[in-house]
């Protein structure tokens, strides 16, 4: 996936909640150019530029870690970019897919992620 950006929202949960989400999809996308980290904050975002491995690891859900309270994830970018994220948190996590919006060149896609 190299050269692909995707921007992450994520509101609702904890800082730590944001990270882990944010450590799931580092195998797909690789290191976010900053992680979440702000306890005060309501809304996290972590943007995603950098290359990862072409073929990324299957990721249990037990190795991913557990959410203290639902999530709620917004994912954006190329229509493929998208797709990798929400196939990723959908197998890390119980999740709702709450709907997609399609643009020109991205897609907007937003998850209910349960803890």
Known sequence: MSGTELTVTLSGGSAADALTVVRTL?????????VPSDEHATVHTAT?????PE??????QSDV???SAP????????????ESASDALLRAFSAHDQGIASGDQEQERQLL???
């Open 113 to 115: 992620l349960q803890p």
């Open 48 to 52: 995603f530029t950098g290359d990862a």
């Open 26 to 34: 580092e195998p797909v996308f690789g290191t976010p150019n900053e």
């Open 71 to 82: 999530v709620t994830a917004t994912v954006q970018g190329t229509p493929e970019a998208v």
């Open 65 to 67: 870690g557990h959410l």
């Open 55 to 60: 073929q990324p690891p299957r990721l249990p």
